[in-house]
């Protein structure tokens, strides 16, 4: 039987602070989603890379696992790629690095996931995109395949990485239906009973956050019984400052460091969700917070409308006005609710991960010939 490599070096955040990323997320979830299909027709090893020999092993799943008792650092992941090391340990007929780039020594033989090719559209300099932009096109053009989570990633990775069409294979991201459900809505210890609008994954840049807090702001003039959570994790401190004062009436609350749980009833509980993102490889709070039966206001730019569909509402990302417009209808109660949550439920049903991972087989068993 042949045998696959998955890189879980993406998940072991998880397993150290209980927390991951969205790489690291959907990695964990589409290797979980694996283990529930019966008679794969090759052998998956998970294999992990750090000093605490955190790694497959800590998943539970019944997988093969190697660790390499090394730190996981460029310096040591370029010397590596200079000695067949993983394929000795393992023997593996194909890799698969799901979180866009890996050092190795036989590109030839890997499958990466590369998420979006935001690095060359909306390029963000903290994120360190020139990396990106050197690095992920060598690797993408001298591997075997490329899994991509969008039909609007993988148009752009052919556009500007000169990846060709027939070697790249879009698998949509996947929500965990058991834990993003709809749900009874109950108060909370930031806004207590009272209704609020809900933004996730926030920042100044391309999540265009600060659209969310103008167009609140003058909603506020409307003296609304609406508050506003916004999930973020680190905002900056002149954000802080101005919104969390009594001029706001202490109706806008920053959240961090929720788990899932909390993150899943945030979203259940709110009137709706604002994303009005800039740019987006997939756009997974959309999504999930569909599946927890609210509505969604977006944006209708890169892979937004492909997981928003017809069930979102969508405005332009400078539109402050419309976007308080829209907020005073769900205020007022303008809006037909119950028929935008049977939407929202109806269009996040089309997005699992059991289907995910029976797409990502059909690409090995391609690459791998069976």
């Not at 370029?78 to 593996?92: C, D, G, Q, S, V």
């Not at 609304?224 to 101005?242: A, S």
């Not at 569909?290 to 979102?312: F, K, Q, Y």
């Not at 308080?324 to 119950?338: G, R, V």
Request: proline share 5%.
């Amino acid at each position: 039987m042949k045998k696959l490599l998955i890189d879980v070096n993406s998940i072991v955040p998880y397993y150290v602070f209980g927390k991951v990323n969205g790489i690291g997320r959907t990695t964990l979830e589409l290797i979980q989603a694996l283990a529930k299909i019966d008679n794969l027709p090759f052998e998956v090893i998970l294999y992990s890379q750090n000093m605490k020999g955190i790694g497959g092993r800590n998943t539970g799943l019944p997988f093969k696992n190697c660790h390499v008792y090394l730190p996981h650092r460029e310096k040591i992941d370029k010397l590596l790629a200079k000695f067949p090391l993983r394929e000795y340990l393992t023997r593996y007929d194909l890799m698969h690095i799901p979180h866009n780039f890996e050092y190795v020594h036989c590109p030839e033989k890997c499958i990466v996931t590369i998420h979006d090719a935001m690095f060359f559209s909306y390029p963000e300099q903290f994120l360190n995109h020139d990396f990106a932009k050197e690095n992920y096109p060598k690797l993408a053009r001298k591997a075997r395949a490329i899994i991509t989570c969008s039909e609007n990633s993988k148009k752009e990775i052919i556009e500007y990485m000169q990846i060709p069409r027939e070697k790249i294979f879009v698998c949509y991201w996947g929500i965990n239906h058991q834990l993003f459900s709809p749900k009874s809505k109950s108060s909370n210890k930031y806004t207590g009973s009272n209704p609020y609008f809900l933004s996730v994954s926030c920042d100044i840049g391309r999540k265009n956050t600060i659209s969310v807090l103008k167009a609140y702001e003058q909603l506020l003039k409307q003296a609304p019984y609406h508050h506003l959570v916004l999930v973020w994790r680190n905002p900056p401190i002149e954000i802080q400052e101005k919104y969390i004062s009594s001029q706001f009436n202490n109706k806008i609350h920053f959240v961090s460091n929720i788990t899932d749980e909390e993150l899943s009833q945030l979203y259940a509980s709110a009137t709706a969700m604002f994303f009005p993102s800039k740019y987006e490889g997939f756009g997974l709070p959309i999504a999930e917070s569909m599946a927890c039966g609210t509505p969604v206001i977006t944006c209708d730019n890169s892979s937004l409308r492909e997981v928003g569909g017809d069930a979102a509402i969508y405005v332009e990302p400078e539109d402050i006005d419309s976007m308080t417009q829209i907020m005073a209808q769900f205020e007022n109660k303008e809006l037909d609710i119950e028929s935008l949550k049977r939407n929202s439920i109806l269009q996040a049903s089309k997005f699992t991960w059991e289907t995910c991972a029976h797409k990502t087989i059909e690409v090995y068993r391609k690459c791998l010939d069976l």
